[in-house]
């Protein structure tokens, strides 16, 4: 992508946007399209940052003809540990369906077959990115690149207000933009694991939304990991799906292709370094298999490895709720949060409603940011249509607190603070087989974090550091609680200490606060 002029601040806007990924591109696109004033102020570079512009996805992307989608709720339904709401997934397959219909007609490169017929499944990255962008621009959007949100803001009355955040390309300056309502698609948090695409997905806009109230739901299903070479960053897995594992004896493991598999895998991964070799993949596909996922390949190629021949190293990369389930609580058809004039898009939100306790990989969360995404979008013009024009001189208050204005002077360091978290959410013995034990001794380390983090974490060298380590902090509190509170395996949340699903249990858990975390359903 050619560089542009950089985009002026726009004092005020009616909808502001912040995250530039599918979910927040598509709320910008469906709140311009009342004709109100929208920006979108993103991370990095809107249309290159994040997990969906590094990779791409395949989509939950059904027809309406026949009994394909009622089979897809079903089946979705059981796997996800009766936890999703089937008016919530029909929507989201109806949505999906329309929007990628609208990428087609925007000229989206979708592959053709010998018959002249397209293949919509799937989409690739920088593609679609590069061409969500575009679509952005020329629908008037105020694009505000490496500006990351640091706090909202909020009127007299508590209703958000706007944002404010600094702009990295000149010098972390501060910017502000009043706004009439704010589309929260900032992403989940995959604890700065490095995994390809997600090391901006550090839970900003969740840490934002809890400092004013919101609720959260499914953070107990954030234990979800991938599989990547030990010498790369990719964690596609779908190629994997072709491999036979071995032990560092070379012992095969016994794995499935299920999350019955995959658990019994990284059980492995916790005794012993596993290896992985995709010889189940016959010759006359591995062709097919590298055009298909040739972001996959690279790093083999780079190496001179030939994965289909030759053991390779693996290692397990947490990622959090970006691939897992929860997020921010959404109370309406409109993605609202618990907070008034605050809407939640993508990743950011728990996606319960649609994916259950499972992760919802590509094809459900690609959905889901397009869905959420048209449907805050659309909310949060509304909501600014109806407000008293006098927000747009009202005087704000500003939200932010740890890592922005800490209670007393200190000098913590953010990424001792990071370090400290990782230590405690990283390694699959601790976040992905859990016990009651192993949790209390985690937030014996956690909870005396924040408050060292709340009262003495200031912005030092980088005020988006600081917010980001504490957004870690913070989310680890928030998934560690909420699984003590679920004494029970279900889906991905596994409790070696309780390992029955317990029928009483098939309800949701909502959970919020930052100095004490509290659980409910």
């Known amino acids: 992508m050619s560089p542009r002029r950089r985009a002026s601040v726009p004092e005020w806007v009616d909808v502001l946007v912040l995250g530039g ?57 059981r796997a996800g540990g009766y936890l999703t709401d089937r008016g919530w997934m029909a929507r989201t397959l109806a ?34 990115m590069r061409l969500m962008r575009r679509r952005v621009r020329r629908a008037g959007v105020t694009i ?42 900032t992403g ?39 599989l990547a070479p030990a010498f790369g960053a990719q964690t596609k897995g779908l190629m994997y799906q072709f491999a036979t594992f071995t032990a ?3 012992t095969v493991l016994a794995t499935g292709r299920n999350l019955a598999g995959m658990v019994a895998l990284q059980r492995a991964m916790v005794r012993t370094r596993v290896y992985a070799r995709l010889d ?38 947490l990622e959090g709720t970006v691939r897992g389930t929860g997020g921010l609580r959404v109370v309406d058809d409109g993605c609202a949060t618990t907070v008034p004039g605050l809407y939640a898009a993508g990743d950011v939100a728990s996606r319960e409603l649609v994916t259950g306790g499972i992760s919802g990989g590509g094809s459900h969360n690609g ?37 922005i204005r800490p209670r007393a002077r200190g000098a913590l360091d953010a990424e001792e603070v990071v370090a400290a978290v990782q230590s405690r959410v990283l390694p699959l013995e601790l976040n992905r087989f859990r016990t009651e034990s192993g949790l209390r001794e985690s937030l014996a380390v956690l909870d005396p ?28 509190r928030w998934m560690y609680r909420a699984a003590l509170a679920r004494t029970e395996s279900r889906a991905i949340h596994l409790r070696d200490d309780h390992p029955r699903t317990d029928p009483a249990q098939a309800r949701r858990l909502r959970c919020g606060g930052l100095d004490r975390v509290w659980t409910g359903s």
């Open 248 to 250: 560092d004896d070379g």
């Open 188 to 226: 989940g948090c995959a604890f700065l694991s490095g995994a390809l695409g997600l090391n901006v997905d550090t839970g900003d806009g969740a840490l934002m939304a809890a400092e004013l109230g919101a609720e959260l739901s499914g953070m107990e299903f954030s234990s979800q990991y991938g």
């Open 144 to 185: 505000l690149d490496q500006a990351p949100a640091l706090e909202l803001l909020t009127d007299p009355d508590g209703v958000v207000t706007g944002a404010a955040g600094v702009l990295r390309q000149q010098g972390d300056g501060p910017w502000s933009v009043r706004a009439g309502a704010v589309v929260l698609a």
């Open 367 to 403: 959905a889901w940011a397009i869905s959420s995404g048209g449907w805050a979008g659309a909310a949060a013009a509304r909501f600014a249509a109806g407000r008293a024009g006098g927000w747009r001189t009202a005087r704000l208050v500003a939200a932010g607190r740890a890592g």
């Open 95 to 128: 949505r999906t369906w329309d929007a990628v219909g609208e990428l087609a007609a925007w000229g989206y490169p979708f592959p053709v077959d010998d018959g002249g017929g397209q293949y919509r499944g799937s989409l690739q990255g920088p593609e679609y």
């Open 449 to 476: 974090l924040w408050t060292s983090v709340s009262e003495g974490l200031s912005a030092g060298g980088s005020r988006t550091r600081a917010r980001e380590a504490a957004a870690l902090v913070a989310h680890a």
């Open 21 to 77: 990924g599918p979910a927040g591109t598509w709320a910008a696109l469906a709140a311009a399209a009342r004709g109100w004033r929208v920006a979108l102020a993103d991370k990095g570079y809107c249309g290159t940052s994040g997990a969906a512009a590094s990779g791409g996805n395949n989509l939950w992307y059904l027809p309406p003809e026949g009994d394909a989608r009622a089979s897809a709720i079903a089946e979705r339904e």
């Open 280 to 317: 189940r993949a016959e010759p006359a596909i591995h062709e097919a298999m590298r055009w298909s996922q040739p972001n996959f390949f690279l790093p083999f190629d780079k190496m001179g490895i030939d994965p289909f021949t030759e053991r390779f190293a693996i290692r397990p990369v």
